[in-house]
């Protein structure tokens, strides 16, 4: 029940939103945690020794915890792709509730020691391309604890202390997740399960008990060791310069808009608009407003034809130009262009549509091209 609290303890911690997505550490780092220890029941062996001599009566026995709690320090390296290694101090301490053959215990045991962890955070943004606030991470480690018994229990009538201190090879799997603390880089908030297991037999000294003899003493030995423990810590990296903001986006200039561009064509030697050409120059006024029109070019042009031939034909129809880019420039204001936005040039005989060869009446060349720019 108490380890199934603990899980929803820790499993709770590790879903709470966070403002911001913990971070890959690369570089140095160090560590502090602390939290709930539960270690699981163990046996306990034991033989009787009368005055230097081992007896013949061995037992066995349960020892069952209560509360505990454990603390760890840490400092390691970042390998930046996700990979850490560290080197760690741990300390943890459990009551004794009772043994199997005993009426009533008091008592505690503790260990201390250190532990090599090697360690890898998940990027779930990378990897998965999840986006949350939180990285977890597993890892394993491997050391050496020392632990040490202190107990005083009652059985049989008898008083039976129990104290004594030995080592052994240890090792622990490790859970977790990491979340960066808001406003603070490089500190980060840590939650994990720890498995530490204890895998020699170690004997206990100078147990002695309050025997009608009062010579008989007991070689006290106990087997693998579980803990189960539940850590909030926090950790500090120092390389935590924020990474480069991404680069701004290009800002692409709109493609310029083409010029649109209508044509009205004259009579020979006239200038006045027909039905079909006030038609046209209305098309023209209702698209200015329509697209962004910053400036509007009327240009009048003529064929290669005069109705003054000889020197005075040139001249005669560069004026025959004006007029008609005027007479289209006239419609255009009457459909609502304002005067000032209206650019007018006479070109006359110059730029014709249509190629041709001297003194030829061409339609298509007596023109105003209405350009919209």
Do not use: C
């Amino acid at each position: 029940m108490r380890l199934r609290a603990a899980l929803l303890a820790t499993s709770l911690l590790a879903a709470a939103p966070f403002a911001a997505k913990a971070t890959t550490i690369t570089g140095p780092y160090v560590g502090i945690g602390g939290g709930y220890d539960l270690t699981q029941t163990q046996h306990e062996h034991s033989a009787d020794i009368k005055n230097g001599q081992n007896g013949n009566n061995d037992f066995g026995d349960h020892v069952h915890h209560s509360h505990g709690w454990t603390g760890f320090a840490n400092v390691g390296w970042g390998f930046g792709n996700g990979l850490r290694a560290e080197v760690e101090g741990a300390y943890n301490w459990s009551a004794i509730s009772s043994y199997s053959s005993a009426t009533s215990t008091k008592g505690h045991d503790r260990s201390y020691g250190g532990f090599v962890n090697v360690l890898y955070d998940i990027d779930l943004k990378r990897l998965f391309n999840i986006d949350v606030p939180v990285t977890p991470f597993v890892g394993v480690g491997a050391g050496y604890l020392w632990q040490n018994v202190s107990s005083a229990s009652t059985m049989d009538g008898m008083s039976v202390n129990r104290k004594g201190t030995n080592g052994s090879f240890a090792y622990q799997g490790i859970v977790g997740a990491a979340y960066d603390i808001p406003g603070v880089p490089g500190l980060q908030m840590t939650t994990e399960y720890r498995m530490v297991g204890q895998v020699e037999d170690f004997g206990m000294g100078n147990v002695t008990g309050g025997l009608a003899s009062g010579g008989e003493r007991s070689a006290m030995r106990y087997d693998h060791r579980f803990n189960h423990q539940f850590i909030v810590g926090v950790r500090y990296a120092f390389n935590n310069a924020p990474p480069p903001p991404p680069p701004a986006p290009a800002v692409v200039p709109p493609a310029p808009t083409a010029a649109r561009t209508y044509l009205v064509f004259f009579d020979w030697d006239g200038a006045a608009l027909t039905g079909r050409s006030r038609e046209i120059v209305a098309e023209a006024a209702q698209a200015s407003t329509h697209v962004q029109t910053t400036r509007i070019e009327v240009n009048g042009y003529t064929d290669n034809t005069s109705a003054h031939p000889g020197p005075r034909g040139e001249k005669y129809n560069l004026g025959l130009s004006m007029r008609r880019a005027d007479s289209v420039k006239a419609e255009l204001i009457r459909d609502g262009v304002p005067a000032n936005a209206i650019d007018v040039h006479g070109y006359g005989e110059a730029h014709p549509l249509v190629p041709t060869g001297p003194d030829t009446r061409e339609p298509q060349n007596r023109r105003v091209e209405i350009i919209l720019h």
